[in-house]
């Protein structure tokens, strides 16, 4: 942003068997097969062994289909479980259109953020986050002029009236971390979002007809225990496969949740905020395990996580204050730092507030790039919200480069790299 401000503008939004038992014939049964076989002729199935051919029969067919379903069952999970892009419909929610101009966005019932500086959809305007900075920052806030002369007031009848006003370096960086904490603030009411249920009440069914044939009654006692004993079979293997398809969609959440870990040899280890590797304190060890080692993130950072860009293009060439002592007498070299060993610094170092505040953007430029990697994997301190809200008022603040902060040291240690479904 520009020391120039055009008003007004409308408002933008911020930011997956078969049979295998004999049964062994009774003599009721075989002297009625004798009586029955001058009736029959010897190429049709007799008796109770014609339904034992239908009951294999349908046995193995159920087996393959049973077989056919859980097979299609895993493929479907393995899809569903792997890394897609979001098909749920968006929300159709709609915000309060507040126009081009005064009057419009007045009618409208949107309000002024005056350290947007824009019109606001009343749903959007975050009252207590804008008061809160707008008190930060010295009265008046804007001038007719470049070179600052002819003040002008908050009213915006006023500011409205003018194409383009002026302001100063402070309203510019408190504007900048109003922005970055309302798009955070925007980002976990966003969280609370639901999906659309997936109910169909469309659909209709109707009774299968039972096509299997009458049983005869001569054959009806040895049908029955025939039936009894299949049943039995069958409620197991349904059993069986009741608990097949649930523990295999757990077996296959877990690994397309720590796919990005796939490729390192460090162990995934899991707490309340979800799975994480981390790196060795040893150097040689993490640098075995394809840590590195990250000078503004102040340690070792696993593979997964680390930015080499990002961190070739704030280290390389620059020099940040790093010392021994809080009145800055004695200086730890940058290079001796980047030799990687956390250990000889154990009481942490001072630093000066241009570390500090490079610090803060590179986590705050960092936290942003993760979350377009596609593999989700966030380092530990861009999920601490506590530590983010520091660092957002940090790059508010103002003072010498030079100057060594008293409120906060660096110290260097292994940090944790998690995966977020």
């Known amino acids: 942003m520009s020391n120039s401000l055009d008003m007004p ?33 010897p190429s ?27 097979i299609g069952s895993l493929v479907w999970l393995s899809v569903s479980a792997s890394p897609q892009a979001d098909k749920t419909p968006k929300s159709s929610t709609s915000y309060t259109d507040c126009g ?27 009252a207590k986050l804008s008061n809160e900075h707008a008190s930060k920052v010295s009265k008046p ?59 169909d009440f469309t659909k209709a069914y109707a009774p299968i007809s039972n096509s299997e044939p009458k049983i005869t009654a001569d054959f009806r006692s040895t049908e029955k225990r025939r039936r009894r004993q299949t049943i039995v079979i069958l409620s197991s293997f349904v059993a069986v496969l009741i ?10 959440r877990k690994s397309a949740g720590t796919g990005a870990f796939n490729n390192t040899s460090l162990t995934v280890q899991h707490d309340n905020i979800g799975s994480f590797i981390v790196c060795p304190e040893n150097p040689s060890s993490a640098r075995e395990s394809g840590c590195s080692f990250d000078l503004l993130a102040n340690g070792w950072i696993p593979a997964p996580c680390f930015d080499a860009t990002m961190h070739h293009d704030f280290v ?83 003072r010498p480069l030079s100057h060594i902060e008293t409120y906060v040291k660096a110290f260097f240690e292994t940090r944790r790299c998690y995966i977020r479904d």
């Open 141 to 199: 806030m804007f001038f007719r002029w470049p070179n600052l002369t002819e003040p002008l007031s908050d009213d915006p009848m006023e500011l409205s009236l003018h194409d383009t006003v002026w302001t100063f370096d402070e309203y510019h960086t408190t504007h900048c971390v109003y922005i970055l904490e309302l798009a955070a603030a925007r980002e976990v009411m966003g969280s609370l979002s639901t999906k659309p249920s997936r109910r």
């Open 44 to 70: 049709e199935p007799v008796g109770p062994k014609g339904r034992r051919c239908i009951s294999n029969t349908n046995l193995v067919a159920f087996a393959i289909l049973s077989l056919s379903i859980v």
């Open 316 to 398: 390389d060439g620059s020099d940040y204050g790093f010392f021994y002592d809080q009145k800055g007498e004695q200086r730890v070299h940058q290079d001796a730092i980047m030799e990687r060993d956390n250990s000889r610094y154990p009481d942490g170092l001072w630093v000066t507030f241009e570390e500090h505040v490079s610090h803060c953007r590179y986590l705050v430029n960092g936290s942003i790039r993760a979350v377009s990697r596609p593999e989700k994997a966030f380092l530990d301190v861009y999920l601490d919200r506590d530590h983010m809200m520091h660092c957002y008022g940090v790059l508010g603040e103002s």
């Open 100 to 126: 081009s101009n005064y009057s419009t966005a007045a009618a409208a019932g949107c309000i002024y953020d005056i350290i947007a500086p824009q019109w606001m959809p009343p749903e959007c305007y975050n």
């Open 243 to 252: 608990l097949l398809v649930p523990f295999s969609y757990f077996l296959l």
């Open 9 to 41: 503008k409308p408002f933008t939004g911020i930011l997956p068997l078969g049979d295998n038992y004999h049964q062994k014939r009774l003599s009721e049964d075989l002297e009625e097969q004798d009586t029955l076989l001058p009736e029959n002729s």
